[in-house]
């Protein structure tokens, strides 16, 4: 067994010794109990030995007596009461040495030189002398513990003296908190203030006084009182305050008055990091939405505003890489079905799409992942049941109200719109409200295509942005990669794959886009107010065939392109592209949410204005009808009785008269301007001469005065 100065021996509970000094060729040593007020003694080294041998003794650790210990934490009062005590014992070190110093007659002639030199009295240097000893013989065993001395933090019984320092503006000596009275102040607190209300604490202090330190009362007129029995015996408000800092926490207080759940969200220790729930790319994405803080207009009419959109990323954790995105109008599991279609688009002909051109390794995802955790939202349906079953992923969801559980894509949310707010127009402003303010809707400029570039740039941007604060692993460092996430995710489907999965655009759009049905006519294919056609409809005649009769087939369709639906269970691949015919090419490049948009407005024109329509039509009726009865007023002031044959007769001579006053009648006469067209006008009143004569001629022919009919009029007709 090896011993050696300043090793711990235990005897027992309370006897503690530590060796000072020791000679094993005499067999002899100096102890001191660590525990007790008591000087070095002798023992036999042996002894000591054959105790840690036998069980009876058991060395242990100096941490279990005296911590660890760092001078930066002491004062600068402490520290020089430290080096003055330490000045002492290098004093009474210089003037007799061990084991001297533990004779008692040598220690009291080197003491009393030592205190009289310093001015201190000689139980001072025995003090620091003890000290050293017995905390293990350093400099540091002289450090003053000034936490160890008085009372703080630490409960006091209530006497008869009142304590506290005296009121300074009150004549009333006041009261000392008893524990009943502690007592008192819990319930209060559990009642008025630890409540959903929130109640302020001076409110639970009047409360507590009205219940507990009142006495009820009636007055003259009956109504029901409270009156207050001794003043001076009431605790002070700041007493019931005190009381409630020294108990109260923080998870208790918000907890309480708020939810549980904002305790977990914003205010508990964060003691974790998310990355490392994966084990590298695609072992977890997160998927979550947001409606963006800016209002668009619509590609139809940029008259039209169409309010805010809602974006959607999908987010690898092991990399902090975007794997996929998606822009739309509305929040449903449609627009995080499109999300997650994105993650396996090649990115290169996503990005075409949008006039932006980029390299492969400029958005290199194009893969599945082994997970998806949600938030209760959108996966949180029985359509995610396809994503389970068809193509083998794990779905997870956070319980709700905890954006904590999935803080990375919360957070990219927050820096894409800090990034852009500024820049654009249109975005929401916390003034909006506020009197003479201007409404930011009014500055809507852009439209859900251009709002789309630009989540795209920012995309861009994020995948390839130095992420200061990512949790590098050992392995990272050693390969020198740097903590940007295309690299990242680079770096992981190198040493950390078999998670990620490629899967074909096709088999995932089958699975994953909204379904729905199709009604055949002989116009088309019609779905949401379009029409389309492929080459399988015209093979086969299914138009012709809808001239008979009409029926639904089943379709999938992309809501962000509606130029093409597809037709299930046909082709080889188990759908058909069906494509606009060539009158709808307007609507080529539109969203569903904007064809909606459209037919909702081209509904509310229709209502607007149905009733002018209707008030229109009413009116004419109405000179319709008041034509229909001048004309039989007329026939039947002129008509004469006659037999069918009479008024049949002549109707070929009748028409040619009609016809030549018509000629007369309607031909086109230019104004007179000078002396020629005055002459010609001359010619023009004899012409009106002869037609006026015409019409007294058609008048008498009406009359029946003197043409005869040809009989083969009646014929004819």
């Not at 995080?336 to 990005?351: G, L, R, T, Y």
């Amino acid at each position: 067994m090896l011993l050696a100065v300043n090793t711990l021996v235990r005897y027992s509970e309370n006897h503690v010794e530590r060796i000072l000094w020791m000679n094993k060729s005499e067999n002899v040593c100096f102890v001191i109990d660590i525990l007790q007020n008591r000087m070095p003694v002798m023992k036999p080294l042996k002894d000591i030995e054959e105790g840690i041998l036998n069980g009876e003794l058991q060395i242990v650790e100096q941490e279990q007596f005296f911590p660890s210990f760092s001078i930066e934490l002491l004062s600068d009062k402490a520290r020089e009461k430290l080096e003055f005590a330490w000045r002492i014992v290098e004093a009474v070190m210089a003037e007799g040495k061990e084991p001297d110093l533990f004779y008692p007659h040598i220690r009291k002639a080197i003491i009393d030189k030592v205190s009289a030199e310093f001015g201190v009295s000689e139980k001072t240097v025995l003090r620091y002398l003890l000290a050293y000893w017995k905390k293990g013989k350093t400099k540091f065993a002289l450090a003053p513990a000034y936490s160890r001395r008085g009372g703080r933090n630490k409960p006091k019984k209530a006497g008869d003296k009142k304590r506290g320092r005296p009121r300074l503006y009150d004549q009333a000596e006041g009261i000392n908190i008893t524990e009943d009275i502690e007592q008192i102040f819990r319930v209060a607190l559990k009642r008025y203030y630890y409540t959903s209300k929130k109640a302020p604490l001076k409110f639970a202090y009047q409360k507590m006084i009205q219940q507990f330190f009142s006495q009820p009362s009636v007055s003259a007129d009956g109504s029901k009182a409270s009156i207050i029995c001794n003043q001076d015996k009431l605790p002070s408000y700041t007493q019931f305050k005190y009381f409630f800092q020294k108990e109260n926490t923080i998870k208790r207080e918000v907890s309480t008055r708020h939810s549980l759940k904002k305790y977990e969200l914003a205010h508990r220790p964060v003691l974790g990091s998310a990355t490392a729930e994966a084990i590298g790319p695609g072992s977890k994405f997160l998927l979550d939405g947001t409606t963006f803080d800016i209002y668009l207009v619509s590609r139809f009419n940029r008259n039209w505003i169409i309010g805010r959109p809602c974006l959607y990323y999908v987010q690898d954790v092991f990399s902090r890489m975007v794997t996929g995105i998606y822009v739309g109008l509305e929040t449903s599991w449609l627009s995080a079905a499109m999300a997650i279609a994105n993650c396996v688009e090649d990115k290169v002909s996503f990005c075409a799409k949008y006039g932006i051109s980029i390299k492969p390794e400029d958005w290199e995802a194009h893969h599945l992942p082994e997970t998806i955790l949600g938030d209760r939202g959108e996966l949180f349906s029985k359509e995610v049941e396809t994503l389970v079953k068809n193509l083998h992923i794990t779905i997870e969801n956070t319980s709700s109200y905890r954006g904590d559980l999935k803080s990375i894509i919360e957070r990219h949310f927050k820096t894409t719109n800090d990034s852009v707010k500024m820049m654009l127009p249109g975005v929401i402003n916390p003034d909006f409200r506020q009197r003479g303010s201007r409404d930011y809707r009014l500055d809507a400029k852009l439209d859900l295509y251009q709002f789309t570039q630009i989540i795209i740039r920012c995309v861009l941007y994020h995948n390839h942005r130095f992420m200061p604060n990512y949790p590098r692993q050992e392995m990272m460092i050693s390969d020198e990669i740097e903590s940007i996430p295309s690299k990242i995710w680079r770096w992981g489907i190198q040493h950390r794959s078999g998670t990620l999965r490629e899967v074909s655009k096709e088999l995932v759009l089958l699975n994953m886009l909204p379904s729905s049905e199709a009604l055949v006519t002989y116009r088309g294919i019609k779905f949401q107010g379009l029409f389309y056609s492929s080459a399988t409809v015209l093979k086969e005649r299914w138009l012709e065939k809808a001239r008979s009769g009409t029926w639904r087939v089943p379709i999938c369709y992309d809501p962000r392109n509606m130029g093409v639906i597809y037709l299930k269970g046909i082709g080889e691949k188990g759908f058909e592209p069906c494509h606009l015919l060539e009158h709808y090419h307007q609507f080529g490049d539109k969203t569903k949410e904007e064809i909606e948009y459209l037919h909702a407005m081209e509904n509310w024109q229709k209502s607007a204005y149905a009733k002018n329509e209707l008030q229109s039509h009413i009116d004419l009726i109405t000179h319709i009808e008041s034509i229909v009865k001048e004309a039989e007023k007329l026939t039947k002031e002129q008509q004469k009785p006659s037999s069918k044959a009479e008024r049949l007769r002549g109707i070929r001579e009748n028409r040619r008269m009609e016809k030549e006053f018509n000629r007369f009648s309607e031909a086109f006469v230019m104004q007179p301007v000078n002396q020629e067209d005055q002459a010609n006008k001359d010619n023009v009143t004899v012409v009106s001469d002869y037609i006026n004569d015409f019409d007294l001629f058609w008048k008498k022919m009406r009359e029946g005065s003197s043409i005869e009919s040809d009989p083969e009029d009646s014929k004819w007709y």
